[in-house]
């Protein structure tokens, strides 16, 4: 399994970024997905997750009205359009795969996660 996550970068406050992770070697309609992040020194934490067939997305309060998750199961991609950034968002996001579309809050839920996309927001 392969989850390769792409789109981070360099954003000023305000702007807009748009993540990917494209997901290998799984069947990718049968997974919930989700986006954690983690700046140095801290706990990887939940930012945002959709069930298998994009029913139904989470997200953590603080990017609650910012941050959009979505995804395409025909070319097996998951996304999050992150716009009105703040320099807070700053991280390394990491996209992640679970069996289960049930506790999708909980990073040990997932069973497969990619290697990270530094989104770096300036003030």
């Known amino acids: 399994v392969q989850l390769q996550a792409s789109g981070g970068g360099l954003a000023e406050a305000g702007n807009s970024l748009r993540l990917s992770c494209a997901a290998s070697?799984?069947?990718?309609?049968?997974?919930?997905m989700g986006w954690f992040r983690q700046t140095p020194g801290t706990e990887r934490e939940f930012v945002s997750a959709?069930?298998?067939?994009?029913?139904?997305?989470y997200y953590t309060d603080s990017v609650e009205g910012r941050f959009t998750i979505s995804r395409d199961n025909a070319k097996n991609t998951v996304y999050l359009q992150m716009n009105s950034l703040k320099p807070e968002d700053t991280a390394v996001y990491f996209c992640?795969?679970?069996?289960?579309?049930?506790?999708?809050?909980?990073?040990?839920?997932?069973?497969?996660w990619g290697q990270g996309t530094q989104v770096t927001v300036s003030s």
């Open positions: 992640a795969a679970a069996k289960s579309s049930w506790r999708l809050k909980i990073r040990r839920e997932y069973d497969y």
């Open positions: 070697g799984l069947t990718f309609s049968r997974f919930g």
């Open positions: 959709i069930t298998y067939s994009g029913g139904n997305t």
